[in-house]
């Protein structure tokens, strides 16, 4: 089993920047890409943010492009969320996922395994 714990989550005011992790333990795997979603209160999951094992790979959801970078650390085994320039919409509760390959999490499917995720509030 592998277990993924989210942190860095905080309140921000918008135009603010904040760094999001996710550190990895149990029984991580060498190959697996890791992806951040973000769940906001009465809206569908969405995808953010997906970067292979190696970081040859790297998706980004339109609505976070240019602000967001996406980045890893094997050695760590933790994946980072480097978020700037929020916005009010950008509250959610991220969550870090890991999967066999970036590309399928970056069109939502192929999760093995789920964080429980870190609030990050915007306010405006």
């Known amino acids: 089993q592998v277990q993924l714990v989210e942190s860095g989550g905080g309140l921000v005011q918008a135009g603010g920047s904040l760094r999001l992790s996710c550190a990895a333990s149990?029984?991580?795997?060498?190959?697996?890409?890791m992806a951040w979603f973000r769940h906001a209160p009465g809206k569908d999951r969405e995808f953010v943010a997906a970067?292979?094992?190696?970081?040859?790979?790297?998706y980004y959801a339109d609505s976070v492009k240019g602000r967001f970078i996406i980045s890893k650390d094997n050695a760590q085994n933790t994946v980072y969320l480097e978020m700037n320039s929020l916005k009010y919409e950008d509250t959610a509760v991220y969550h870090c996922a890991a999967g066999t390959s970036s590309w399928s999490l970056s069109g939502g499917y192929g999760m093995e395994h789920w964080g429980k995720g870190t609030l990050v509030t915007v306010s405006s």
């Open positions: 970067i292979s094992w190696s970081g040859d790979s790297i």
């Open positions: 149990g029984r991580t795997s060498s190959s697996y890409a």
